[in-house]
Structures are given as structure tokens and as C-alpha cells.
């Protein structure tokens, strides 16, 4: 650490890996020891027992749903989205015309919504506000998102199922048949999974937005935008184009020998964080294989393998299966199309999105780190 006449000069390491750059009382990541934790509960076990809802109003408004409070927060989510039908109509509408892309079209929607609904910058906003700001986004998102891949196809957005929650209705929006029990579980399951994830590229890009004191839309744009990276958010449906890659099950240590052997990622291999198993990746596994099949089979003797050979090529750096991997798996045999596999990402990670919009939001300093200059020295005036 070197000092300047303002402030301490820290050179922090490549990609900020290991750094403490701001509390956070949303979620916690454990890499060491496998864990995930929302507020005060694991993750995990939100995923196996809770509603979409309800993991959504612990993560952005810090309460645990009692009766009542569910009760209200429904309430809330369903004002809300009745409100912005038309506007979000609307903008399905436009955006339509303009490119079939999913992820392109939620994020012109977004801008658009919110230019529409002359929102304000989070800076010029209270704490109520932002938090209708916050539910009236995640809320938009399943609905954009849904309508969006129906009228990409030619369809007509589907009416709301009665009596059905958030996470069965998308199901019957992208699939057009209306979900059982099953699948409802494991896609809520999944959603719940990666609704947040600490500061994650996506989230800090949110929060450096939040910072600047802009409004809600906006950081929401730029966090989708680093999501579509296939580093990132963008890695499920490349796992997939993996196993169809190699076919046959004999063809996979030659196929993943020849992936590592060009210097080529393995999608849904590897973490920033977890140093051993992702618990959500666990929890996929457990989910895929109850409906099994030759695709989860394949799947299995992939994982096996691919654990084995990155060990050996990256020897001492604990490569295991991510969420991506097992995700893929699950969201193919919930019937969702390859296409909508970050879209639905998206759907879920707009909720960590806007708690953390929100508690960036409470704390007035702009995120302004600085950079080493390593360009050229300054030129001498030429006479
Ligand atoms: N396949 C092959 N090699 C890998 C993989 C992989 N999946 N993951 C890491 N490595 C290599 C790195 O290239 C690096 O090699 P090097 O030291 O020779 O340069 C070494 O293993 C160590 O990498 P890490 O420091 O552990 O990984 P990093 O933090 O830089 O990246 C990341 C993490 C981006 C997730 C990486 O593991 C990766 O690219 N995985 C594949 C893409 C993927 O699955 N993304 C989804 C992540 S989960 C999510 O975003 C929700």
C-alpha cells in the first residue's frame, strides 16, 4: 500500500478476486465451505420448501413471510403488475417489432417502461418508493420476458393463470401448456436457487449504478448486460451445446480431452468463489435425476469426468460443476426452450438485482475506484 497527500493507494488483485468492497446484509457466499445463505436462512433449503414469492419478499424486504405478510406482499406484486399491463403491453409491442432476441427485448423494455413511466433517479427517491420501484421491476420481469417469447413466435401473450403463482404462470407462458406440480417445483426451485449470489459481476455492476444514484431501470440494464456474458449468465445453454457435442456416451473423456487440449472452457465448470461443490449445483443434480433419462446419464458421465480431467490439467485450483451445468438440465426437462435459459436467469436474479439496488441505494458514496495508468509517458510539448 502506498500513500497519496488524499487517500490510501491500494493495488488490489486482478479481477478484484478476494476483496471486501462494501457490507451487504442480503446474502452470503461461503466458497470455502459450500454455503449460500439469504438474510438469515439457506438458500438450499428456501429452494426445496418455499414459494418464488416468498423468497423474493425475504431477499428485498429482509422479512420472513408470515401469513399476513404473504398475504400483503401478494397483494403488492399483483397491484403492482396490474398497473404496468398496459405500459409493459406496450413496450412488448415495440420491442417486437424491432428484434425477435429475448435478452435484447427485455432490455430495451426496461428502458422503455421506465421512460414511459417517467420514473426518477433512486437519488431523488425515499425508501417507499424505491421499494415500488423495486417490486414493480423484478415483477415486470416474468411477464416481459414471457410475453416476449410468445410474440417472438407469432403468439399472443397467454391470460394469467387463476390460482397459479408467479413461476407456473411463466412455465405456461414459454411452454403454452399449463405446468403440473412437478415441474412447478423444480423450476421454483431452480429460480429460488440463483436469485442471488452475493457480488457477483451482474450484482456489483447493479450496485456501481446504484451508486451513482441513478434509477432503478438503468442499473437494472447494466446488470443484465454483464449476465449475457457466457462467462456468466450465459453459460447454461452453452453446457447443453457441450453434451450435444459429444453425442455418444463413449465419445465424452476423448471430447473434454480435446475441449481442455485447445486451451477451451467447460461450461459449468468452475466458480469464482466455491473452492468445493456449488450447493446450488447439488441441488439440481437431485432434482434432474429424479426424472432421469438418457440426457441425465449422459450428464452423470460428463460431470465425472470433466471433474477428473480439469484436476489433472489445472492441478490444485478445485474445478467442480457450477449451477450452470445441472440448471441446463433441469430447465430442458421443465420444457423450456435452450434459447430462454438466461432470460429465466434473468427472471430470477432481477429480485437479488433490486435488494441490492435498494441497499446501495441507503449509502450516499459514489463506488469511484482508480486505475494503474500503464500507457505511454507524457509526451515532451513538440516545439
Ligand atoms: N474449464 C477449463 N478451465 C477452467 C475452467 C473451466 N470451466 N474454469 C476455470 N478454468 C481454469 C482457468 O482458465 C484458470 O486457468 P489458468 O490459471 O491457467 O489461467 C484456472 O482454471 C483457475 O481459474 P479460477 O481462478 O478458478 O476461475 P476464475 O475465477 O478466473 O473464473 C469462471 C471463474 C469464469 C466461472 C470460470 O471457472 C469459467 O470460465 N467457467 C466456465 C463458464 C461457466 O460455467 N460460467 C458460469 C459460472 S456460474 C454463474 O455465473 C452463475
Known amino acids: 500500500m502506498s500513500t497519496t497527500s488524499e487517500s490510501p493507494v491500494i493495488q488490489a488483485p486482478r479481477g478484484l478476486a478476494g476483496v471486501i468492497v462494501a457490507d451487504t446484509a442480503v446474502s452470503d457466499v461461503r466458497g470455502a465451505e459450500g454455503a449460500l445463505q439469504y438474510r438469515d436462512r439457506s438458500a438450499i433449503d428456501l429452494a426445496e420448501s418455499a414459494r418464488f414469492e416468498e423468497a423474493w419478499q425475504l431477499l428485498v424486504t429482509g422479512e420472513e413471510a408470515t401469513d399476513a405478510g404473504r398475504r400483503s406482499f401478494a397483494r403488492r406484486i399483483e397491484e403492482i403488475r396490474a398497473s404496468l399491463a398496459g405500459d409493459v403491453a406496450a413496450v412488448v409491442a415495440a420491442v417486437t417489432a424491432a428484434t425477435p432476441d429475448v435478452m435484447a427485448g427485455l432490455s430495451a423494455a426496461w428502458s422503455l417502461l421506465a421512460a414511459r413511466r417517467g420514473i426518477r433517479p433512486v437519488f431523488d427517491l425515499g425508501p417507499a418508493q424505491r421499494l415500488d420501484e423495486a417490486i414493480a421491476f ?41 405446468p403440473d406440480g412437478d415441474a412447478e417445483a423444480a423450476l421454483t426451485a431452480y429460480l429460488i436457487s440463483v436469485m442471488d449470489h452475493g457480488f457477483n459481476a451482474s450484482t456489483f455492476t447493479a450496485r456501481v449504478i446504484a451508486s451513482t444514484g441513478a434509477d432503478t431501470a438503468a442499473c437494472l440494464v447494466g446488470a443484465l448486460g454483464a449476465l449475457t456474458g457466457p462467462l456468466h449468465g450465459g453459460a447454461p445453454s452453452r453446457a447443453l451445446d457441450g453434451l450435444d457435442a459429444v453425442g455418444a456416451p463413449e465419445r465424452v473423456e476423448p471430447w473434454i480431452r480435446g475441449e481442455l ?14 473452492r468445493t461443490s456449488d450447493p446450488r ?75 441490492h439496488i435498494l441497499e446501495q441505494a441507503a449509502d450516499p458514496k459514489i463506488i469511484r475506484p482508480s486505475a494503474r495508468y500503464v500507457g505511454p509517458p507524457l509526451r515532451e510539448n513538440a516545439a
Not at 261 to 274: D, I, K, N, P, T
Open 138 to 178: 423484478a415483477g415486470s420481469t416474468p411477464v416481459i420476458v414471457g410475453a416476449l417469447w410468445r410474440r417472438r413466435n407469432g403468439e399472443q401473450p397467454l391470460p394469467p393463470l387463476t390460482g397459479r403463482g408467479l413461476v407456473a404462470d411463466y412455465l405456461h407462458q414459454v411452454t403454452g401448456r399449463v
Open 261 to 274: 487440449a485447445a486451451g477451451r472452457r467447460l461450461m459449468g465448470f468452475g466458480h469464482a468463489v466455491y
Open 281 to 355: 449445483a447439488e441441488l439440481m443434480k437431485r432434482i434432474a435425476l429424479r426424472t432421469g433419462g438418457a440426457r441425465v446419464d449422459l450428464a452423470v458421465r460428463f460431470e465425472a469426468a470433466a471433474q477428473r480431467l480439469l484436476a489433472e490439467a489445472k492441478p490444485g485450483r478445485d474445478l467442480h460443476t457450477n449451477v450452470e451445468f445441472w440448471a441446463a438440465i433441469v430447465m430442458e426437462q421443465c420444457g423450456l426452450p435452450r434459447s430462454m435459459f438466461t432470460p429465466t436467469f434473468a427472471v430470477a436474479r432481477a429480485v437479488g438485482w433490486t435488494a
